[in-house]
């Protein structure tokens, strides 16, 4: 044994000292399972929502990172679940992501934050509300306002810094794409980190928790992949990579960080929608290049005769799409972002290549800021995520 590292390590242990969570306390170096009680349901019984603290041996910054807020969005609760012990789900073995020995800084993992919700498979809270529209909480609201109410004091106000994972509603598919505020310098730093090909500027609807917590002081990016009501691999793998993107950013693990081949950041997009009712038929998947005026669905009546085409109305990126046939006149079809011609080269030659995966962390990513002046800002009530 190297003693002088074993010293050291010591030292900085007792500086470093204790976490302390919901008056529980973690030593350095160890991880502990535990529960934020939320009062108790109708059968008496107490209910929790389950928290993971893993607080590292070394000095850093503390990290929370949520999962479900929506009860129906899984993905998150996948990512969370993978991160902290690898693909076969068993602790203490060679593929767990992070050990707690070898973290600097602590990490709080939410995985299930709607715990009712995720068991009603809705994407609610039990009395009907949008739980992401109820931030900060309160301690004397509704059910939903006094959950809210516990996962900021407890959770978020002990962090500095937030990653929220989400995905899209089960008519529709997002590809992985992490949004943030743009104008905050901490959180487009780590939404860079996090390596998405795809970063949305936008603070997040009035009461999300991404809004409230970056104006509470805490820098936080959410990440949208995928669908709800399932794992999905792509979306697991590119949220562990992700996350651990970032904490190899801060310098709380000793990791290369992996960049993606290409990257837009947008600062507005579109939503093209069902120009009538029908049957939608898409001719484009989520993450293709799209031409302006291309044709990338039609409608057809019920007898599947083509009543309308859909029309792209840019060069562009599909980033979201509807994945249910049934159309109302204005439901949301595609959510394309407007990429230049030469751009859309560049994207089409790095997939093609076989280069789909990732780059070395010395390359410069091709990098295109979107300001998509005809476009208009996505409505996030509107259109919930
Ligand atoms: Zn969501």
Redesign the pocket.
Known sequence: MDLEADTGCLKSMSEWGEFVFNGQKVAPGSRLETALSVGKDPMGQSANIPVQILHGAEKGPTIAVTAA??GD?LNGTGIIHHLVYGDDHIPGTRDDHIDPTQLSGTLILVPVVNVEGMMMGA?TTPDGRDL?RLFPGSESGNQSRRLAHALFTKVVKQSDYLIDL??A?ITRMNVPQIRADLDNAKCKKIARAFGTKVIMNSKGPKGSIRREATKAGIPTILL?SGT?HRFEPDALENGVLGILNVLSHLDMLKRDIVKPNWRIIVRKFRWVRAPVGGILHTLVVGGSTVKEGETIAYVTDPFGARVDDVLSPVNGYVVGLATTPLVRPGDPIANIVFVREKKIQEILEKEGNGKESQITHDEEVAEQDIDDEDGSTLDETEI??
Do not use: G
Request: charged share 25%.
């Open positions: 807020i929506h969005e994407r992401n989400h995905t509603p949208e709800s919930s995520t």
